[in-house]
């Protein structure tokens, strides 16, 4: 089995290391990874500029193939594939922060999972906990392993990846969850440069309800959170009451 192993943390994050080192329980594993950390650029994809592949010895991975790109996690699996060679399994992560509800939409961890899975090839994103003292990645990477070769045996539907998150420390058990309503409450931090030039930051603030049944309620209680997420965007349930309203135009 061939196992493509991806993040947005960067090449050199210790998070991707323990995942791709444990992933060779599992077949061939080759890493393709941003040279630097790409946290929350979402699904982008670089259109407006060359890429750069390049072998990446001294990231620590042995003699599995690992290469950085000059681009976002989605670029890396694009790329990994194109040169590569299409795998059997995507992976990406482990990220170092979870990844709830909406958070998904800025993701860059889920990103390459959703590139993955737009590829036609099953895909998982990991993502931890950090706000524990010590970050378990290699408690973390033992059970990506145990979930990735379930997924390899049950498979995936086509357009459907899985969105895991640990919680920090020993997990307690897994619970498999619907996304909650977390995110991140953004300011615009306003400031002024040397030249008294406005400059702008966004800083956001965790928060989301704790419902019984969703990612953030399974972390926060000590328990891997397993998300079966689709690409498929629809509001099906809206779709009658939408042909309603089209009658009046
Ligand atoms: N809207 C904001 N989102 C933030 C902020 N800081 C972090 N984040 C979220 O973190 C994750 C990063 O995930 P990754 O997989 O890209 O590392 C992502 O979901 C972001 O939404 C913030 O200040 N504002």
């Known amino acids: 089995m061939r196992i493509l192993v991806s993040n947005d943390d960067g090449i050199f994050s210790p998070g991707i290391k323990a995942l791709g080192l444990a ?40 003699e599995v193939p690992a290469y950085r790109v000059d681009g976002t996690p989605a670029d890396c699996v694009v790329l990994g594939v194109h040169l590569l060679g299409r795998p059997d399994l995507v992976v990406s992560g482990i990220n170092i922060g979870v990844n709830l509800g909406l958070d998904l939409t800025h993701s860059g961890t889920v990103a390459a999972a959703l590139e993955g899975t737009s590829l036609g090839i099953p895909s998982i994103a990991f993502s ?43 997990p307690k058990g897994v619970m498999v969850t619907r996304l909650s309503t977390h995110h991140w409450e953004d300011k615009v931090v306003e400031r002024l440069d040397p030249e008294g030039r406005p400059y702008y930051w966004i800083a956001g603030t965790p928060v989301g309800e704790e419902e019984e049944g969703t990612d953030l309620f399974a972390v926060r209680r000590g328990y891997i959170s397993i998300t079966p997420v689709s690409l498929d965007f629809t509001a099906g349930e809206l779709l009658a009451e939408v042909r309603r309203w089209v009658a009046e135009l």
């Not at 061939?28 to 650029?41: F, I, L, R």
Request: no cysteine.
């Open 23 to 62: 992933m060779r329980a599992l077949g061939e594993v080759y890493v393709v990874a941003p040279d630097v950390e790409q946290s929350a650029v979402g699904h982008g994809i670089t259109v407006r500029r060359p890429l750069r592949f390049k072998h990446t010895a001294s990231a620590g991975f042995g």
């Open 128 to 170: 931890l906990d950090t706000s524990g003292e010590e970050l378990n990645f290699a408690e973390a990477a033992a059970w990506a392993v145990r979930i990735a070769r379930l997924v390899m045996a049950k498979g995936l539907p086509k357009g459907v990846l899985l969105n895991v998150n640990f919680p920090a420390g020993v």
